[in-house]
């Protein structure tokens, strides 16, 4: 049947009104013969009409209705499509439409356009949400019961999950301005690549402020911005206070740096299991030096601690007259000392005296060595020279488990006394074992 005109007087359809059919054709169409390019036909719900409407008014609804399978069939709406007022105010009209579906025998919410959001699952049900591509099913993916977000796959594990089928897998960020921006990568199945695909630095950043930057060219500076000079690794204390730079094994096992060209290593500095500092020439094959743990430096593989420099110190030193009658003038000595032997200069001027008492010279910066005197190889052994501005030469030996030397005349086994060298300046080196 198809109804052009009637007229209100004819028909009156306040109580509604049912249009069935017993076939699948359609129950109600709605058609227009306007030819222009203006929209119809036109399906409006209109609410109160000629009436102020009001906030939260409906404006109408669409049931989607069908049976169950109770055993009383019960008419079931599975969807609904509703209007809302949210403001009725003139001239900031707002309004929602929003979209019912049934779910395990409730019907929630799935779909609200709103005046300020869209929202998807506004029930919060354990519902995904899936996006496809031409060639992906699931270009976008929303796990709605483990509240994770996928792309390319429907099984996301983790809060983002990104998948690809070709390799390598990869996720830009790009600033406008940029030529071809930062690149996260997977690549060859196992491989994860940072890429900064532009001709700039890598920065990394805590609390908003730089520690770390890999340069371009390959330069790297930590807690700096600028290299050293010819230092392609520059490091710099943070807190202004030392400036440290660790490496830790996770056993107790070798650890150190190598250093080399290309793929050849030539050097390694490394601490053993002994704690001892090793360095080592790879090119030759062999330890060059070796700090010892208990103190002392081995040279060229000797690792032995009884043959380890463990002491070197310079300095200067005053000679005195250890007799204590002569004041000695215009005096001042070095000394030097290696390991466990010290060499000593001085000059000494003996003022005029008549001092009978032996000469002795006092004040060695250090004691030697409790030993027989009479063998050369013992600190007091040592032989010692002195020579003065006169035609006149001594000897001298280091007193053992003393900081003196007695002087004699070369030749005499006398010692000489203060009053022999009155006058005298006396220029002497020495070497003794403390």
Not at 136 to 152: E, K, Q, S
């Amino acid at each position: 049947m198809a109804i052009t005109k009637v007229s209100p007087d004819l028909l009156d359809l306040d109580a509604g009104i049912t249009i069935s059919t017993a076939d699948n054709l359609a129950q109600l169409t709605l058609e227009s013969t306007d030819t222009d390019s203006n929209i119809g036909p036109i399906l409006d719900l209109k609410r109160n009409p000629n009436e102020a409407g009001a906030d939260a008014d409906w404006l109408g609804q669409i049931h989607f209705t069908g049976h169950n399978d109770a055993g009383t069939p019960e008419d079931i709406v599975y969807a609904k499509i509703t209007g809302q007022i949210d403001d009725a105010s003139d001239g900031s009209e707002d309004a929602t439409v929003r979209w019912y579906i049934m779910q395990g025998g409730t019907r929630r919410e799935s779909l609200s356009l709103g005046p300020s959001e869209t929202v998807i699952n506004e029930a919060s049900v354990d519902k995904d949400f899936r996006v496809e591509s031409d060639g992906d099913a699931n270009m976008l993916f929303v796990d709605g019961g483990n509240d994770r977000v996928g792309i390319g796959t429907s099984s996301p594990a983790f809060r983002l999950d990104v998948q690809d089928t070709s390799d390598p897998a990869q996720i830009r960020l790009k600033e406008d301005g940029n030529t071809n921006g930062f690149i996260f990568k997977n690549y060859n199945g196992n491989e994860a690549q940072l890429v900064n695909a532009d001709n700039g630095p890598m920065v990394f950043k805590t609390n908003d402020s730089e520690r770390m930057r890999i340069q371009s060219d390959g330069d790297f500076f930590l807690n700096t911005t600028s290299a050293m000079a010819n230092c392609f690794v520059s490091f710099q204390d943070g807190n202004n206070g030392e400036a440290m730079f660790g490496i830790s094994a996770k056993n107790d096992s070798n650890v150190g740096i190598r250093l080399g060209v290309g793929t050849d290593r030539k050097w390694v500095m490394y601490r053993n299991t002994s704690d001892d500092l090793i360095f080592y020439n790879n090119a030759s094959s062999g330890e060059r030096i070796r700090l010892l743990d208990a103190g002392g430096i081995a040279f060229n593989g000797d690792t032995a601690a009884a043959n380890a420099l463990d002491d070197y110190e310079e300095g200067t030193w005053t000679p005195t007259d250890a007799a204590g009658n002569v004041t000695l003038q215009a005096s001042g000595g070095r000394y030097t000392k290696i390991g466990n032997t010290v060499w000593v200069w001085f000059r000494a001027h003996y003022p005029s005296n008549s001092d009978s008492n032996g000469a002795v010279v006092g004040g060695l910066p250090f004691t030697a060595t409790n030993t027989n005197a009479s063998s050369l190889d013992a600190a007091g052994g040592a032989t010692t020279f002195l020579s003065q501005n006169t035609n006149s030469a001594y000897n001298g030996y280091v007193v053992n488990n003393t900081t003196a030397i007695y002087i004699f005349p070369i030749g005499g086994s006398t010692r000489s006394t203060n009053a022999d060298l009155t006058n005298k300046n006396l220029y002497m080196s020495a070497q003794y074992v403390v």
